[in-house]
């Protein structure tokens, strides 16, 4: 890849973010001044940024691999990629070290929620002054889509800039599918009906589908029935009921399963106990292994309902812990792995979807080998992000706690297990 000139090219011509983009439509009329804040435009000593991440595996190389092409054409600029393991582990290492801001690193994944605090605080470094910026700010024609970078907003500032983005798609053996009979399904009650028949015609051997995750699996049916992820959620309302029991009752009658010890149902979908999942398009490549490795096809589709849910981090600046010069390699560093170069090689190995719009038609891309960009326009048409509100991250959390309960509890009377969950669902909104 031919990244050196690309990013010297950074540092030289002049560039518009358009405003579709990047404008943070803040309330707070400091803001407008905050824009045209003069900022170091160029590193010209050497500069030392950390990143913290929670990459492995192939991830974890396509990211090291970007960024040793980034110090190549910026030997000023080292960076230091520092594996936090686990975005859990992650967010509890931001949360403890908040209280200490020179502990803090340069930059970091994160999801907005787990720093509405944090932003609250002035704690972040708003990047819209670095976007907009005629010396370094991005090129006219290359900028992120503009849903992803609202996702990447707290309080109507853009503090994130996405990076490995994702959204849920489903995962289907090919193989199994073609010996039941069964069609790939469009919708959740073709999905319903598809799972029963492949449990059914395999002697309850094989489970027809399940979802990776559990507060995605609310969230996203409660947004199909018209009802965001806010405050005001009534957990025991229709709706909800409707959606805790679709997977409730598919889970008791055994056509259903969730992930549960296994964290991801990659691994049974591998061994063909499970026909389909609903996961992560970053799972393909794991998706992609098993299959090889277990001798059968797989297949994607675009998640079988309306509405589906943007996910994968953005990355996010402190304020605390950097210097001006820090700021700007940081910035610099951002915009390479943002670049339409870098965004094409990251989706092809890694199965993240690419942030800029104009890699989704390129050929290299359409013909990757991965199944993924086939469908991806079609999976992408209706995204939407958790409200970036307080208490929103530990609510939606909770979620998972309380479907885990709820569907690991044998013959349980479902109605009320919903009611009595009510109040540990409210207790997380208003802690």
């Given at each position: 890849?031919?990244?050196?000139?690309l990013?010297?090219?950074?540092?030289?011509?002049?560039?518009?973010?358009?405003?579709?983009?990047c404008?943070?439509?803040?309330?707070?009329?400091?803001?407008?001044?905050?824009?045209?804040?003069?900022?170091?435009?160029?590193?010209?000593s050497e500069?030392?940024?950390?990143f913290?991440?929670?990459?492995?595996?192939?991830?974890?190389?396509?990211?090291?691999?970007?960024?040793?092409?980034?110090?190549?054409?910026?030997?000023n600029?080292?960076?230091?990629?520092?594996?936090?393991?686990?975005?859990?582990?992650?967010?509890a290492?931001?949360?403890?070290?908040?209280?200490?801001?020179?502990?803090?690193?340069?930059i970091?994944?994160?999801?907005?929620?787990?720093?509405?605090?944090?932003?609250?605080?002035?704690?972040?470094?708003?990047?819209?002054?670095?976007?907009?910026?005629?010396?370094i700010?991005?090129?006219?024609?290359?900028?992120?889509?503009?849903?992803l970078?609202?996702?990447?907003?707290?309080?109507?500032?853009?503090?994130?800039?996405?990076?490995?983005?994702?959204?849920?798609?489903?995962?289907?053996?090919?193989?199994?599918?073609?010996?039941?009979?069964?069609?790939?399904?469009?919708?959740?009650?073709?999905?319903?009906?598809?799972a029963?028949?492949?449990?059914?015609k395999?002697?309850?051997?094989?489970?027809?589908a399940?979802?990776?995750?559990?507060?995605?699996?609310?969230?996203?049916?409660?947004?199909?029935?018209?009802?965001?992820?806010?405050?005001?959620?009534d957990?025991?309302?229709?709706?909800?009921?409707?959606?805790v029991?679709?997977?409730?009752?598919?889970?008791?009658?055994?056509?259903?399963?969730?992930?549960?010890?296994?964290?991801?149902?990659?691994?049974?979908?591998?061994?063909?106990?499970?026909a389909?999942?609903?996961?992560?398009?970053?799972?393909?490549?794991?998706?992609?292994?098993?299959?090889?490795?277990?001798?059968?096809?797989?297949?994607v589709?675009p998640?079988?309902?309306?509405?589906?849910l943007?996910?994968?981090?953005?990355?996010?600046?402190?304020?605390?812990?950097?210097?001006?010069?820090?700021?700007?390699?940081?910035?610099?560093y951002?915009?390479?792995?943002?670049?339409?170069?870098?965004?094409?090689?990251?989706?092809?190995?890694?199965?993240?979807?690419?942030?800029?719009?104009s890699v989704?038609?390129?050929?290299?891309?359409?013909?990757?080998?991965?199944?993924?960009?086939?469908?991806?326009?079609?999976?992408?048409?209706?995204?939407f992000?958790?409200?970036?509100?307080?208490?929103?991250?530990?609510?939606?959390a909770?979620?998972?706690?309380?479907?885990?309960?709820i569907f690991?509890?044998?013959?349980?009377?479902?109605?009320?297990?919903?009611?009595?969950?009510?109040?540990?669902?409210?207790?997380?909104?208003?802690?």
């Amino acid at each position: 890849m031919k990244f050196k000139s690309l990013v010297k090219a950074t540092l030289a011509t002049a560039s518009v973010v358009a405003l579709t983009a990047c404008g943070a439509n803040s309330s707070n009329g400091s803001q407008q001044a905050e824009t045209k804040k003069d900022i170091v435009t160029e590193v010209k000593s050497e500069t030392t940024i950390t990143f913290w991440h929670a990459m492995n595996g192939q991830l974890e190389k396509a990211l090291q691999k970007l960024t040793e092409d980034f110090m190549k054409a910026n030997p000023n600029i080292k960076v230091e990629l520092q594996n936090q393991s686990t975005y859990k582990d992650l967010q509890a290492k931001i949360n403890s070290t908040l209280t200490s801001p020179k502990d803090l690193p340069t930059i970091t994944q994160a999801y907005p929620n787990w720093l509405f605090n944090a932003a609250s605080q002035d704690s972040l470094v708003d990047f819209k002054p670095y976007l907009e910026n005629e010396t370094i700010g991005f090129k006219k024609g290359e900028e992120i889509r503009s849903d992803l970078m609202e996702g990447a907003r707290i309080n109507g500032v853009q503090y994130g800039i996405p990076f490995n983005k994702s959204t849920e798609v489903l995962f289907y053996n090919a193989d199994l599918l073609k010996e039941y009979g069964v069609k790939v399904p469009t919708t959740l009650d073709e999905l319903k009906e598809a799972a029963k028949t492949i449990y059914e015609k395999s002697n309850h051997e094989v489970v027809g589908a399940g979802f990776d995750s559990l507060n995605n699996y609310y969230a996203i049916g409660m947004k199909n029935k018209g009802v965001d992820f806010t405050k005001e959620l009534d957990f025991t309302s229709d709706a909800s009921k409707e959606v805790v029991k679709y997977y409730a009752d598919g889970i008791r009658d055994g056509y259903f399963r969730t992930a549960g010890s296994d964290k991801y149902l990659s691994g049974p979908f591998q061994n063909k106990k499970v026909a389909m999942y609903v996961g992560s398009t970053a799972g393909e490549s794991f998706v992609a292994k098993g299959a090889k490795e277990a001798g059968y096809e797989y297949g994607v589709a675009p998640r079988p309902d309306k509405f589906n849910l943007q996910q994968g981090t953005d990355i996010y600046m402190f304020e605390g812990s950097t210097t001006e010069e820090q700021r700007t390699a940081a910035f610099l560093y951002l915009k390479f792995l943002s670049s339409a170069e870098s965004q094409l090689y990251w989706a092809q190995k890694t199965g993240y979807m690419p942030t800029v719009a104009s890699v989704l038609e390129k050929d290299e891309y359409k013909k990757s080998g991965s199944k993924v960009p086939a469908i991806l326009a079609d999976a992408t048409k209706n995204l939407f992000s958790i409200p970036v509100v307080e208490n929103s991250d530990p609510a939606f959390a909770e979620v998972r706690t309380i479907l885990e309960k709820i569907f690991a509890t044998q013959n349980g009377n479902v109605d009320q297990l919903i009611q009595d969950s009510k109040a540990q669902f409210d207790a997380a909104w208003n802690q």
